[in-house]
Every structure is written in structure tokens, then in C-alpha cells.
């Protein structure tokens, strides 16, 4: 074959001085980067096959390695960037849709960036969160318009019966990662740091594996297209059950599970022939139509005998309020908008870069539009795609989100380096792979951990913004976007947004 | 002329109930207010009296606000399609040494032609119709057999002003107003009244912008752009249309902890749990107390952290609530009984519950 027109992407240096040839970085790298030599004390590195993950650099006993992009020589053009370039040479060799992993990488505005927070000064006392509570506590599902009180007496007697809930601890739940995406050692520690930390993580459309039923009380199971592992006990056993129509990273269309990766265990948890491609159809093929979507969401209800709150998954689109709106009207009791920059485990990169639109201004649209229609409380608002800190979180929360999703923050977590190398299987943090030699790189109990003293973490720095606010418990910021200000967006952002410029008093 | 802004503002509330339905003149409550001057810097004062109009005691009393009189005809013509105006005129008001300027006040006495289970919600709507509707014009209250009166000035100078000793009442309900920045618009002062809802408030909402929105679902606009207006919305619309009676206001106003809520045992644990996941759009958060009159009666509360002053006395058959104890010793120097209030407390009393005499202390909210 001739050889490649594309330039390695990372320049690997080895200090000589520092390598002492204990060849870690060879047995580290599943994409064989390095190789030793059985005669001589050297190592040398192939830079072609890197990835850029830094695997090799985090473990190397002497620090003698160093990984950093490489700076192409192309000629400076303004018009065609190096992406372009390297796109093309990549499609010209192979005739192939570029794949990617994770979420789109691309400079749009993150909007996030551009809001800030109030807090208070002299009129309103702040709460210091070490001396005052300061609730997160949030409660997930469709809550009535009123109370049916009767009065027997000076007692009251309550008539209407709530809505099955969802309660969280924090209002930051895991997003949908299937176990096929992600290794096995990663979805039991995200399910195991969802129950201590008193919140949930997602399965996916991947079913859920025997072992993580015990957890069901902790998980939202997804029905998609491919309907993998979905059954009678997958439903009952889970917290919520969520409809997956669209995925913020790819929307419009499906998946691909090559067969290799499905192994033994994930044959079995998704009732698919071992080694069989698993695929996700672009559209559900019983759902042409809203109505559809309504048939559908009664048929799980039914299933799970109304006791669970049931969540339709979109992705944001352009006309996604109005879509949303839809979505409640047909018995949502949440509602999930993922964003453009929403993660995945494999993607076209012309989509994933491409279609939808940042979640910010879905958010800030679905929620207008559904209070206008006087049905905001039908359903609650989970969002997902792009959000990278506590700071996102509660600027989520004020332009009107009840709770946020967390998918890459996650993985980040657990040492994922966004490499965005997912889809190759070859994921030397022990991720995105079924590779038992990489697996078993996750310790699941440290995995635990790390995850829940992210969301420790974040439920403190939360609560010390909204002590500064002079707010003491979450549902008095959710929607409440007079404590959010806007730099550097134009007046139809803000417009869009409903945010005012900062400098703009009440 | 109409501030665009929400005002942020310290305050002064107090408020005079006779529970066996005696009436005072207005003096006793300006002296009882005009005690906590310095808690107001002379942008706002008002006054809201109940039973002060007994010969038209069956009619919806409006008092309107003209900054342009000549709105006046508008503002009619939107009284009179659902109403018939027995009665009009202007309201009598008297130069006093700080006040020499002031808006046009008028009051129409009216009766509802439409039917009698809609009557309020018409009401509102009317009140919704001006106040948003008609730039010049201003529904201050629009109760029966109540009023208020309110302006820019201390509050002393405002009863002075609209006479308020010429009025006999069998409750009172004061505000000294120190907003932090020019309010300028008698319309902004307080006491703020729907039907015959008034609230004074000390406080500032940090869940405004979201308590809002939340009443906007309802069909309440919120022009005025003040913390008080929201709060007396959210009296009407708990009270008035979702049957939730006025003891367990505050289980959503200033609603308890979750931590607290699950050691409550059953059924009350699922009356507040309902409460708080129903309603917490309405919960008010951040500082504040307020005392609201109604019919017949008049109640206290404080914020869920308790993060401003609220006092609590009865004498013989008067009931009593103040940013300060001052402002009773001032009126009623000696008592049967004082209390502060605590945080999330409600103490409410009615005309004709005088056996509860300081005894009965409705308390929600713990």
C-alpha cells in the first residue's frame, strides 16, 4: 500500500537521560506506540499510531515522556485548516464517514461562558452554607397544577396523589452510557457512585446486565430503536424508564456496536447473537409521529403499572421547543434535551460537528415556551450535553433546567483524557473498551470514589453560589433568570437566552 | 413616571387588628409607624384600613392612582363593562408641611353585574387590564369595605396627608419604605392590594425572578416589578383559587427543610412533602416579613431562616405585629403578651376569635 499522506498528529519525546527502558509505555499502549527491544536497553515510538490519550506520559516512572500535538507544516490558509486537509487525505485513502468520539470539539460560542451569576450585597444577606442548610434536593416528574385539599375540620385531607418521583441528592445524574460503549468496570462504577451519592446513572441502550440489577433503584434504563435488553424485569426493576428518540451528538440518526465488541456479556445483556453488529435504526420504527411517541410512552407506563416517572430523550434541534412541547402533551414526565456538544462513544464527525444547536438555547427556549403554554410542571427538564463544571450546572438550573445530565465530566472523572478515540475499543484508560487487558485498568471501587468526590465537590461549591445568592433551597434559582447576566452576546442571544446584559440592574 | 425597576428595600410593617371588631380612627397606627422613622428614608409610606367604608360595605371599593387624569375615562370605561359605579370621587387629601405635591386619588364604589361565582376573577382580571394596560392610571386596592392609601413620604406624612384620623377602622396595616435607590412613584409605595388582599413587606425575594414566572402559568402579570406585588398574588392564588388556608402558608411561602419534613410523622408528612414538590414555585426565598390583611383579620409570617424582624402582642382585644417592639409599646404600653415570630412562622388572627387572646398560636412551618 502506498504510504499514508497524513502526518502523525502527536510528537512523542523520549528524554533519553530520564528512560530507563523499564518498557511501561509498550505494555500501556493497545494502539502500539512504543516498542522495546529484547537485545538493547531502548525504546522507540512509532508517532503515526498515537492517539495523544497520555496513557504512556501519566505512567511512566521517570517522567520521561512527553506528548503534545504536533504542529502540521502545512502552508498557513485561512480557508483550508489542517482539519480539512487531514479529513480529506483520510476519506481519499479509505473512501469512508470519518468517525469520532465524544462531543463536538468545534469553536461555536459556549454560552455558559457568557452568562454570570448574581450574589448579594447589603439588601439581602448571603447564607453561609458551613452555618445555614442549603438544600439541593430535587424531586424529578410531573407535579400537579394544584393540591385537591379537603378541609374535615382544621384538618386537611389530601386528594390529589403525587406523581411517581424521581429524588436526588444532587441534581447532577449520569448520563446514558451503555455497557458495550463503556467497559464493565465503568458503568459499576458510575451505578455504584450514583447509590452512594444519592442520584442515578443511565444504561443506555446497551439493557442492563444482571449483575447491576441490585442497582436498579439508581437506574434509568433507556429504550431506543434497537430495543437491546429491553424486557419485562429491564423496566420494573429500574427508577425510570427513558425513551431515547434522538442523542445530542449524533441526532438524526443511529448506531453502529461492531460485532467484535459484542462479547459473551454483552450478547447476553442485549439478547443479541454473540458477535453480531448491534444497530440502532435512525428513527424508531414503530414512532413516525408524535402520536406514535404518545403510544409509546403509554405502552412503558402500562408496563411499569404508572409507579415510575417515564423520560423522552431529544436531541436540540432547531425547532426544539416546539418539539418539547410535544413531547410533554404526550405524557412525558421529563423531558431530556441533549445539546451539540453532547458526547458519544462513535459518530460521524460531520454530524457530530455539524447538526443541532448548544443546549443553552435549547433550554432557555423549551422552558419559555412551556411556561407559556402553562404546562412547565407536566413534565421536568433534564439536560444534557457540554456541561463541564458546578458552574454549568447551576447556570443550567436558572435559565430552567431541573437537573442536568453528566456524561464526559463523568469518564474525565474516571481518567478519560478526551482523546476522542472511543469508538476504536482501544481506550487505554480502560473506558470505551471490552479489551479484558484494559478493563481491568478501572478499578471499579477507586472509580467510586473519584466519581463521588466529584459530586461532593460540586454539591459544595454549588451550595456556596446559592448561599451567595441568598438562596437556600434549589427550587427558588430553577428558572429564576434574574440571578443570571449576560457579556459578550449580541441582544437577539440574550433575547433568545431571556438573560440581560450585565450592567442591567432589575 | 412608572419605575422600570425592581426596587430592593428595607422597611418598616406594622399593624393594629381589634378582634372584637372595634373601630379606631388612623391616628393610633400613624403614631405606631411614624416610632420606627429611621427604619424608612422618606420614599414611600402607606396605610391599608379595614371597615372603613360600612355604607358600602357589599361594593368593590377601587382606589385609583391618576399620575395622567386624563385617563380617567379609560379606566371607566373598563370599570363599567362588568360593573356599575354607585358611587365616585375623589379622595379627600390635605397639604401637610412635607407633602405639597400629590397624585390624583380617586375612589369608585362598584357593583358587579356579572355572576356572582366569577366575581373576584373578574376583578382581577379588571385590575390586571388597568394596571398593565393604561399608562397614567393605577388600581392601588380593589377590595370591599377596605382601602389603601399610600404615597412617596414617611409614612406619618402620607396619614396626615390623606387624613386618615377622619377614617374609623377595625384594622390597620402600615409601611415606612427605605428602598435603595429613587422610587419616585406613589403607585410604588406599599401597601400593595388585590380584592381585598394588602401586604407590607420587609424584604427583599431572592426567588423573584422564578416566583414570577411560576404566576404567570395562572394569569398574573407582574407589571409593577415589585417583591411585595408577588407575594400578594401568591396569597390570592393559594388562598382564594387552591383552598390552602392561611395557617399553612407558610409550608409554601417559607416551607420547611426536607430534613425536617421526613422526621414529621404521617398525615402531615405527606401534606407538606405534597406541598413543597407542588408548590415550589412559590416558595419565597431570602429575607423578609410581612404582615398581610384580609376580611376580617390579619396575619404575620417570616422568611424559612427568619432573616428579618417580626413581633407578635395582644392586649385585652387587640392584636399587634412590628418590625419592633416599639411600635406597640408606642400604642399599648403595656401587654397581655409578646412573641417573636420564628422562622416560617405564621400567627394569624380573626375578628371574633378573641378566646384565643395570645393563646392560640397557629404555628406551620416547624
Redesign the interface.
Known amino acids: 500500500m502506498a504510504r499514508s499522506l497524513l502526518f502523525p498528529e502527536f510528537k512523542i519525546e523520549r528524554d533519553k537521560e530520564r528512560c530507563i527502558a523499564c518498557q511501561v509505555c509498550v505494555r500501556q499502549c493497545a494502539n502500539d506506540v512504543h516498542e522495546g527491544s529484547d537485545t538493547e536497553d531502548t525504546v522507540v515510538s512509532q508517532e503515526e499510531k498515537c492517539v495523544g490519550c497520555q496513557r504512556c506520559v501519566n505512567l511512566c516512572p521517570t517522567n520521561a515522556l512527553t506528548v503534545q500535538t504536533r504542529k502540521d507544516g502545512f502552508r498557513p490558509n485561512g480557508n483550508w485548516e489542517d482539519r480539512h486537509l487531514r479529513g480529506i487525505y483520510k476519506q481519499a485513502e479509505t473512501g469512508g464517514i470519518l468517525l469520532t468520539g465524544m462531543g463536538c470539539d468545534r469553536l461555536y460560542p459556549v454560552y455558559w461562558d457568557h452568562l454570570l451569576l448574581n450574589a448579594?450585597q447589603?439588601?439581602?444577606?448571603s447564607?453561609d452554607p458551613l452555618r445555614?442548610?442549603i438544600?439541593l434536593?430535587t424531586?424529578l416528574g410531573k407535579?400537579?397544577?394544584?393540591?385537591d385539599?379537603h378541609?374535615e375540620g382544621?384538618s386537611?385531607?389530601?386528594r390529589?396523589r403525587?406523581a411517581p418521583?424521581l429524588g436526588l441528592e444532587v441534581p447532577v445524574i449520569f448520563s446514558a452510557m451503555s455497557y458495550g460503549s463503556i467497559s464493565y468496570n465503568a458503568f459499576r462504577s458510575l451505578a455504584e457512585a450514583a447509590r452512594e451519592a444519592g442520584t442515578f446513572c443511565n444504561s443506555g441502550e446497551g439493557g442492563l446486565h444482571p449483575d447491576f440489577y441490585p442497582f436498579g433503584e439508581n437506574i434509568i434504563v433507556q429504550v431506543a430503536s434497537g430495543r437491546f435488553g429491553v424486557h419485562r424485569d429491564y423496566l420494573r426493576v429500574a427508577a425510570a424508564v427513558e425513551i431515547k428518540i434522538g442523542q445530542g451528538a449524533k441526532p438524526g440518526i443511529g448506531g453502529h456496536l461492531p460485532g467484535e465488541k459484542v462479547s459473551k456479556e454483552i450478547s447476553r445483556t442485549r439478547k443479541i447473537p454473540l458477535e453480531s453488529d448491534a444497530i440502532s435504526p435512525a428513527p424508531h420504527h414503530d414512532i413516525y409521529s408524535i402520536e406514535d411517541l404518545e403510544r409509546l410512552v403509554f405502552a412503558i407506563k402500562e408496563a411499569i403499572n404508572y409507579e415510575k416517572p417515564v423520560a423522552v430523550k431529544i436531541a436540540a434541534v432547531h425547532n426544539v421547543a416546539a418539539i418539547a412541547s410535544g413531547v410533554v402533551r404526550a405524557g412525558a414526565d421529563i423531558v431530556t434535551i441533549d445539546g451539540i456538544r453532547g458526547g458519544t462513544g462513535a459518530a460521524p464527525q460531520v454530524i457530530r460537528d455539524n447538526v443541532g444547536i448548544p443546549i443553552e438555547l435549547a433550554l432557555a427556549q423549551v422552558d419559555e415556551r412551556l411556561?407559556?403554554e402553562?404546562i412547565?410542571?407536566h413534565s421536568s427538564l433534564l439536560i444534557a450535553g457540554g456541561i463541564r463544571s458546578s458552574a454549568d450546572v447551576i447556570k443550567a438550573i436558572a435559565l430552567g433546567a431541573d437537573a442536568v445530565y453528566v456524561g464526559t465530566a463523568a469518564l474525565v472523572g474516571l481518567g478519560c483524557h478526551l482523546c476522542q478515540k472511543c469508538y476504536t475499543g482501544k481506550c487505554n484508560w480502560g473506558i470505551a473498551t471490552q479489551d479484558p487487558v484494559l478493563t481491568k485498568r478501572l478499578n471499579p471501587n477507586i472509580g467510586r470514589r473519584r466519581l463521588v468526590n466529584l459530586l461532593r465537590a460540586w454539591a459544595f461549591e454549588i451550595k456556596e453560589m446559592l448561599g451567595g445568592?441568598?438562596?437556600?433551597?434549589i427550587?427558588?434559582?430553577?428558572?429564576?433568570?434574574?440571578?443570571l447576566r449576560a457579556v459578550g452576546l449580541s441582544r437577539e442571544e440574550c433575547s433568545v437566552l431571556g438573560v440581560k446584559a450585565a450592567g442591567e440592574?432589575? | 413616571m412608572r419605575d422600570p425597576f425592581r426596587i430592593p428595600s428595607g422597611c418598616a410593617v406594622s399593624g393594629i387588628l381589634n378582634l372584637d371588631g372595634t373601630h379606631v380612627s388612623g391616628e393610633k397606627i400613624i403614631r405606631s409607624i411614624e416610632v420606627m422613622h429611621e427604619r424608612s428614608n422618606g420614599l414611600g409610606g402607606g396605610f391599608a384600613a379595614y371597615g372603613i367604608y360600612p355604607e358600602y360595605a357589599e361594593l368593590y371599593a377601587f382606589h385609583v392612582l391618576y399620575d395622567d387624569p386624563l385617563t380617567a375615562k379609560d379606566v371607566e370605561a373598563i370599570l363599567k363593562r362588568s360593573c356599575t359605579i354607585e358611587h365616585s370621587e375623589e379622595i379627600p387629601c390635605k397639604e401637610t408641611e412635607n407633602i405639597q405635591n400629590w397624585p390624583v386619588f380617586k375612589r369608585y364604589f362598584l357593583r358587579y353585574r356579572g355572576r356572582s361565582d366569577c366575581e373576584d376573577d373578574e376583578v382581577v382580571r379588571m385590575v390586571m387590564e388597568v394596571n398593565s394596560g393604561i399608562h397614567g392610571a393605577y388600581i392601588v386596592s380593589s377590595g370591599k369595605n377596605m382601602g389603601v392609601f399610600k404615597g412617596v413620604g414617611y409614612p406619618e406624612d402620607i396619614g396626615k396627608l390623606f387624613q386618615l384620623e377622619e377614617y374609623q377602622g377595625y384594622c390597620w396595616i402600615a409601611h415606612g419604605r427605605f428602598p435603595t435607590n429613587s422610587a419616585g412613584w406613589w403607585g410604588g409605595a406599599h401597601p400593595f392590594g388585590l380584592l381585598s388582599w394588602s401586604v407590607v413587606h420587609n424584604g427583599e425575594i431572592s426567588s423573584y425572578g422564578i416566583n414570577r414566572r411560576y404566576l404567570q402559568n395562572f394569569g398574573y402579570v407582574c407589571n409593577l416589578q415589585t417583591d411585595t406585588e408577588v407575594i400578594t398574588y401568591l396569597v390570592d392564588l393559594l388562598v382564594r383559587k387552591h383552598n390552602i388556608r392561611i395557617p399553612y402558608l407558610g409550608a409554601v411561602f417559607a416551607s420547611p427543610f426536607w430534613e425536617q419534613i421526613e422526621k414529621m410523622e404521617e398525615p402531615k408528612k405527606e401534606f407538606f412533602t405534597s406541598l413543597r414538590t407542588i408548590y415550589g414555585g412559590a416558595l419565597l426565598n431570602g429575607p423578609f416579613s410581612i404582615i398581610v390583611g384580609f376580611p376580617g383579620g390579619m396575619f404575620g409570617m417570616v422568611d424559612r431562616i427568619k432573616l428579618r424582624p417580626m413581633l407578635a402582642a395582644w392586649k385585652d382585644s387587640t392584636f399587634f405585629l412590628s418590625s419592633e417592639e416599639c411600635a406597640i409599646r408606642e400604642i399599648a404600653p403595656s401587654l397581655d403578651r409578646l412573641v417573636a415570630l420564628r422562622a416560617g412562622e405564621v400567627i394569624s388572627e380573626r375578628v371574633g376569635e378573641r378566646n384565643s387572646h395570645g393563646q392560640k398560636l397557629t404555628v406551620s412551618g416547624v
Do not use: C, F
Open positions: 448579594s447589603v439588601t439581602n444577606p447564607i445555614e442548610p438544600e434536593t424531586y407535579k400537579e397544577e394544584k393540591l385539599i378541609w382544621d386537611p385531607v389530601v390529589t403525587l418521583q411556561r407559556l402553562g412547565r410542571h445568592m441568598g438562596v437556600n433551597a427550587e427558588s434559582l430553577r428558572g429564576n433568570r434574574e440571578h440592574g432589575w
